[in-house]
């Protein structure tokens, strides 16, 4: 009964979706005041709908309810409870209902703060954000439906994917999706501003918020993405550049450029054009990020159970999403003027650079994850890209960029003035080089020409980042929260470069062979293998080794890596044991046995790695101080214009 | 005017790029498996039912069959057996078993509780065969045509529409260009 309930629910958020639609974009273009009375109801009901049948997905996992083909291949008795919940979203059906239900959060949010938002306007957003809503409600519903029955039920669930069995898997979508989704904001916002030819200043102040925040949590998002891998598929890495991931890095990369474009556009009312253009493509990005991992177009490691007919019907609305976008730009963005000018060393210059080279950094990801693609389009055979060419090539478009950084903090609006601030430029960066250098050589006594280089760009972005707070504090002046956030975001990255030069330069791997009671040393550490025993656990069972690991004869840790087999789907996970000692991560993973007590075992020693995903989560919390600063709030709604487009002064 | 055209410019082209990633891709929803249109793993085990015999993949040669991994610790195998009796009863082609990892008591004590499907069972019970064959759960089943090549795998409980859709129309139309 629930099932076919939560099943009901769904096609009625489809109806009510598409009335949000309707409504939304047919009321402000006809002028009919009722109609757009109906849009924020509309949206109120589809919450509740959706919401239900999110519920009774739930209730199905909770009470094993093998009747449901998706909880029957994603469940089992033996699953603890909070992964029955987390199951959810363990496979394609339950991530599209998650991605409906946290489109339906950003809608109704949309609705409680569109008070501030003329009503038309607010009515187009919404329309906007009723017609993405829609097409994903559609499309589970037509492809992907996870009410679907089983004849005769399952006596027991296949249960949930082993590698997925983890407290940060669990966490990483929700927050990942919420993310992607909060893009759709931003799209809406565009598409709403392009609809009416009303392309101000006002626009772009309306959006910022809602973009930082979903920059925010995407940030937050790939960086447990990250921190998953590291630790759950026991290779060792944080970064595979896998279609995957890059499908979430490029929405972020386009995102970054939108976050630093819109300022530009909120506080001198430039780049109007181009802030719409980037509005779309990191929606577009992300919406590409599901057709790539859900079509099967790409082989990834953490690939969905792929349908071609799933992939045409994303890519059929792919084109009625972005394609209509696009050519409402085509048609819209020339009637935009901005008559104001900068000067070269100004703040909009430097704005301008990095928005180009986060696009061509977001351009190359893009050429790379689809090249497989378009080789084997034209017929050129099948290629791989890999590491060997995104890191030289996304390092090409990344060091000019962090270099800029440091100069333009100091650069002011319309006129730069950076002669005034020529000392402070000529001394962080002296200060910078002489501490990267000093720490690089003093540290390690070692490293690739690249390390000092990173050490320097990441010291210099946090000496230049700290002038200006600094200054204002000193001066008695107050630090405005998207000032101070933008400050606390800087320092993130400027951390996150440091930390990825020291682990790219001074990682230690080894894989070894060990019988009890031998030992190996890496890095300055001891290793001794104790031998293995066996382990039991809820839903699975397997062996664990134990070493103990020594530095210079000082006890660090006893270090119990796993492997362990699964009973229901029979798939053998590698649980690595982590330490960090000294700021060194050192991680252990048991490979295979190789007879007469011996196993292999690798052992890595990588500086810093904790420190990259800890930037990652400075970075979005600068952002969640940024998008709650009381400006965006207080920020009235200005006396609705003619909704012609109006060239518009801006000054 | 047309440098605000540019954007759906690149965009068409993007989606004809991906359109046609599409069609190449028809096999890709399915977890691939390198071993399609390679030659099937050889392999000379004990049969379970009768321990002093030999399973051997030579002697498979020259008419089609079903390959079927499964052991008595996979409750979604025992979801299946329903309908590889009901391919038994087809009579179309014949069903080889792998025990995979398996007790042999048990295994045998479920074919005689259940009923036997399979015209001969191979006992992997160290799971080297299964790795020759890249099994990666319980059940899996793999079509091999008469030339000893794998043509089809399906991963998860055979249900009757894999059975129509996927089976029978490659076992048949390979028989009708054939006559």
Known sequence: MLPELGHFALILALLLAALQAFFGIAGPMLGRDRWIAAVTPAVAGQAVMVATAVGCLIASFVGDDFSVRYVAENSNTALPLFYRVAALWGAHEGSLVLWILLLAVWTVAVTLGAGRLPPRFAARVLGVLGVVSFGFLLFTLATSNPFMRLDPPAPDGRDLNPILQDPGLAVHPPILYTGYVGFAVAFAFACAAMLEGRLDQQWARWTRPWTTAAWAFLTCGIALGSFWAYYELGWGGFWFWDPVENASFMPWLAGTALVHSLAVTDKRGLFKSWTLLLAIVAFSLSMLGTFLVRSGVLVSVHSFAADPARGIFILAFLIVMVGGALSLYAWRAPLLKSSAGFELGARESFLLFNNVLLVIAAGTVFAGTLAPLISDALKLGTVSVGPPYFNPTFMVSMLPLLALLSVGIHAGWKRGRLKDQQRTLLYTFIAAAVLGCGLTFGIYSHGRVLTPVGATLGLWIILSSLVDPIDRWRRGLSLPRAVLGMTVAHLGLALAVIALTTVQSFTVERDVALSPGTSVNVGGYEFRFLGVRSVEGPNYSGIGGTLVVTHHGAPVAVLRPEKRQYWVKGQVTSETAIKMHHGNNLLLALGEDLGAGRWSVRVQIRPLVSLIWLAAFIMAMGGALAASDRRYRTATAIVSAPPAVAPERAG | ?179
């Open chain 2, 1 to 179: 005017m047309s440098r605000f055209l540019l954007p759906l410019g690149v965009f068409a082209l993007l989606a004809v790029v991906l359109a046609i990633g599409i069609q190449h891709s028809p096999e890709k929803g399915v977890i691939p498996s390198p071993l399609i249109g390679k030659p099937a793993p050889q392999f000379a085990l004990p049969s379970l039912t009768d321990p002093a015999s030999t399973v051997r993949s030579a002697d498979l040669r020259g008419h089609w069959y079903l390959f079927n991994v499964w052991g008595t610790w996979c409750g979604e195998c025992r979801a299946e057996h329903e309908m590889l009796l009901q391919v038994r009863r087809a009579g179309v082609l014949p069903l080889i078993g792998l025990d995979w990892k398996d007790d042999d008591a048990q295994a045998r004590g479920w074919l005689t509780q259940l009923g036997d499907p399979y015209q001969a069972v191979a006992v992997d019970r160290s799971g080297r065969v299964a790795i020759d064959w890249g099994v990666y759960g319980a059940p899996e089943t793999f079509l091999v045509n008469p030339q000893g090549v794998v043509v089809y795998k399906h991963i998860g409980a055979l249900t009757y529409e894999t059975w129509t859709r996927e089976i029978l129309p490659r076992v048949s139309s390979a028989a009708a260009t054939r006559s």
